[in-house]
Every structure is written in C-alpha cells, then in structure tokens.
C-alpha cells in the first residue's frame, strides 16, 4: 500500500535549535518524494523535493531507501519557521499523496 | 511556474444543496488534482481532473457525488452535490506538469448546515 506517514503532530522547539522532522513512506515504485509547507493564512507551497536535492530556507532532507523515509533536518531553527509540514508522495499518475502533517512551533 | 486561483474562498451551504468550486490557472498544466482537507486532517486526494475525458476518482469518492469538469489546460471545477455536515471541509484545487512540482489553490472552506 502506499501510504506516507509523519508520526508526529507537533513538534516544539526554541529558537535556535536543531529541528527533524520525520517522514517514512510506504511505496512499491521508485519514490518521488516532497516536503511542502503551509505557513499561517498562506497556501501549501512546495518547500523542497528529493530529487533537486537542494537546501531551502536552510532545510534539507535526504532520501533513505532502507529505512523507507525522507526526514526533514534544519541545525538551527528560526522563529518564522513556525508552519504546518507536509511530506508527500508522488504516485506514478503525478499526483500526491500526503502525510498527516506536522506542526512545528518555535519558541522565542 | 504557476498561479491558482480558486474561488469562491468560503461558503456556508444548506443541506441537499450542491456547490460548484471553479480552479483557474494562469498557465497551461497537464496535471489538475481535486484534494479535500477534513478539519485536523491531512490532504485526502479526490480526484485527477483529465482534460476532455472523465475524471479519475480515489477509491471512496464517486463520480455522482464529486463531478468534475475540466474542459481546457487552465480550468476546472469541482462540485459536491447533495450536501452534508459530513462534507464540511477545505477543498483544494492543484495543478503542475506532470513529475514537475504541484502548485495548489488557496482553497475553498465549506461548511454545511
């Protein structure tokens, strides 16, 4: 089955400090992996795919196929990088299918 | 990259009445998607919206209940038809080319009487 899993609901931290969060998959193909974000009162954008494998606003994450997850790593946390986050899947149709979402809050 | 504007933002509906959601994107997208957002939920796809043809449903959501229309590369619309409370829920509008990024609507809140 495919499925994307993000076990945690919230996720709280002060400024400053280092931020995972996590993401395992469940897929058959060869995955294609997001993480999207949606900051308050704003629409879900795309904050970074696996395949670009490039670090925005400071966030990276890394394909692991033998652990089936795709975990979303920041070494210092910032205050506006309070959201909810996404990871997702994308299925061979090229649509997605999505986590349940965590909500990382950052602390002053 | 791509712009979608869905409206209307929000609607407050009457049971057993049906509301049309329209998508407009500002360029040309092979891939529209059709995603519901149940309160405290994640991103539920509903539907592919597949230009000129009928629409592809997610196993639990069906053609009578969800119509979808998309008649050109920049439009679409989604309708929920015979309303229920259990249908109050943020619907989103997507679109993108296909292995490319997905770009999504601000959304729809409905809420149903």
């Known amino acids: 089955a495919q499925r994307v899993t993000q076990p945690e609901k919230l996720l709280s931290v002060f400024k400053g400090a280092p931020v995972e969060l996590k993401c395992n998959y469940s897929?058959?193909?060869?995955?294609?992996l997001f993480w999207y974000v949606q900051y308050s009162r704003q629409r879900l954008q795309l904050l970074l795919r696996?395949?670009s494998r490039e670090s925005i606003k400071g966030f990276t994450a890394d394909l692991n196929k033998g652990e089936t997850s795709f975990h979303l790593k920041k070494p210092f946390a910032q205050e506006e990088d309070s959201a909810m986050y996404y990871c997702?899947?994308?299925?061979?149709?090229?649509?997605?299918?999505f986590g349940k979402g965590t909500k990382l809050s950052v602390k002053p | 990259s791509a712009v979608i504007s869905q409206k209307p933002s929000r609607d407050i509906c009457q049971r057993g009445t049906s509301l049309t959601i329209q998508c407009q994107v500002d360029?040309?997208?092979?891939?529209m998607f059709w995603y519901r957002q149940q309160p405290g939920q994640s991103l539920t796809l509903i539907a592919t919206?597949?230009?000129?043809?009928?629409?592809?449903?997610e196993s639990g959501f069906v053609i009578d209940k969800f119509p979808i229309s998309r008649p050109n590369l920049t439009f679409s619309t989604l309708t929920v038809s015979n309303m229920s409370p259990e249908d109050s829920s943020i619907y989103l509008c997507?679109?993108?080319?296909?292995?490319?990024?997905?770009?999504f609507g601000s959304g729809t809140q409905l809420s149903v009487l």
């Open positions: 696996h395949i």
């Open positions: 360029s040309q997208v092979t891939m």
């Open positions: 919206a597949n230009q000129g043809s009928e629409a592809t449903y």
């Open positions: 997702a899947l994308s299925r061979s149709q090229g649509n997605l299918i």
């Open positions: 997507s679109g993108g080319q296909y292995n490319e990024k997905l770009f």
């Open positions: 897929y058959s193909g060869s995955p294609e």
